[in-house]
């Protein structure tokens, strides 16, 4: 049979087996056409290429920050750690302004969240709409980290069987983290 005649799969059977692939989680963030800062929680990061250094993440066509995103020329990248659950659940909220709860400054082109060690500036280089989401790829123009840690992390932010938290927490203890059930 051709591939285009197999039945369509079921989402269900789609989203459990893809609840047991774990991701670290970052939040994007970027420059609205008006100046404003905008960004949210993403789990599809992946740095995908080091020549030249690349990374792709997913944003839904349903997300506020969707026509930003895809119309801007930079976007900056934090790497979440365990120490981040709260801005991770401001950044993956629909609040009206999620930048008034938190401190940031501008970073060049790009809003910079205050706290997070490990931040990528990006500069977009393709935009891939597919469904209901569109890819955006981007070229990583300067990293850095903040601490002592240097692009090392230990200990990152995870999203794993619909639990985020540490590694301990989404490994270990079921009983804590829990975002939908
Ligand atoms: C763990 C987690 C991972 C997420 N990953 C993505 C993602 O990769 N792409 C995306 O568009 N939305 C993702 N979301 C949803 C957005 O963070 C959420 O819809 C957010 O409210 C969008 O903000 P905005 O409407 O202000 O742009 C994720 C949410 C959670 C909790």
């Known amino acids: 049979m051709d591939i285009s005649d197999w039945p369509p799969l079921g ?3 789609f989203t459990e087996a893809m609840a047991g692939h774990a991701a670290s989680v970052a939040v994007i963030t970027t420059r609205t056409p008006d100046g404003k800062a905008c960004g949210l929680l993403v789990s599809t990061l992946c740095s995908y290429s080091v ?3 690349s990374v792709l993440f997913a ?7 969707y026509p930003a995103l895809t119309g801007c020329a930079a976007f900056g990248v934090h790497l979440l750690d365990r120490g981040h659950r709260e801005l991770a659940d401001i950044f993956a909220g629909r609040v009206d302004d999620k930048f008034a709860a938190v401190a940031w400054r501008w970073h060049g082109p790009v809003p910079r969240l205050d706290g997070v060690p490990q931040f990528l500036t990006c500069r977009t280089r393709r935009v ?5 989401h569109a890819v955006m790829i981007g070229g ?3 990293l850095e980290t903040d601490d002592d840690t240097g692009p090392v992390r230990d200990d990152p ?7 985020l938290g540490s590694w301990e927490t989404v490994f270990g203890d079921s009983r804590s983290g829990a975002l939908t059930d």
């Open 51 to 53: 020549d030249p250094p």
């Open 140 to 142: 990583v123009v300067a």
């Open 128 to 132: 891939v709409p597919d469904g209901d």
């Open 11 to 13: 989402v269900t059977a």
């Open 59 to 65: 944003v839904g066509r349903s997300a506020r920050s």
């Open 157 to 163: 932010l995870i999203y794993y069987r619909r639990r």
